[in-house]
């Protein structure tokens, strides 16, 4: 049985129609799963990356990055927004996906990302970040002390790709 249960124990309307089709034998995850939780719908936290973790591995097995990610190839686009992927990227507590081509600044207009002012230990050129508002951060408890954001990165070693994801940065 799909447990169903995320922060706050709610779920937005696409990822729990997404949810419900993981898992069947006739379904396969929807796209919006992944290009949502890059979005941090729902907000992170470990059981709504879990949940994003079970429908890429329904569909594909990882490889492993030198930056210590796990990336998964999945067989259909995840394609939001005029932003093209196929790709869903988990590293340490961050889920996003692998966008085609150095569009940082493209998603920082569409998102309303601010410049980071950090270039997170070398591995960024360029970053942008935006931390979500108090009511869509994790319960406390539900993910540890800490705040989610919404990051849009390039760097080297994600050659011709920016990375999109929601990240839980603990205090």
């Not at 169903?4 to 929807?30: E, F, I």
């Not at 539900?142 to 070693?157: F, M, N, T």
Request: glycine share 10%.
């Amino acid at each position: 049985m799909l447990n169903r249960k995320h922060y706050r124990g709610t779920l937005t309307a696409g990822v729990a129609v997404a949810l419900l089709q993981v898992g069947g034998a006739m379904a396969t995850p929807s796209n919006r799963i992944f290009y949502d939780a890059a979005l941090c719908n729902p907000p992170y936290s470990l059981t709504a990356a879990s949940t994003v973790y079970d429908a890429a591995e329904e569909l594909a097995k990882p490889e492993t990055s030198s930056l210590g990610a796990a990336i998964y190839k999945v067989p259909q686009q995840i394609g939001e927004d005029g932003f093209q992927s196929n790709e869903v990227f988990f590293a340490n507590s961050a889920v996003g996906i692998l966008i085609e081509g150095l569009h940082a600044d493209e998603l920082a207009a569409k998102y309303d990302l601010k410049p980071e002012t950090s270039d997170l230990l070398g591995t960024s050129n360029k970053g942008y970040s935006r931390q979500l508002s108090e009511e869509r951060q994790p319960a406390p408890g539900l993910a540890g002390p800490g705040k989610v954001s919404i990051v849009a990165r390039e760097g080297d070693g994600l050659p011709g790709k920016t990375l999109l994801a929601c990240e839980f940065v603990a205090d």
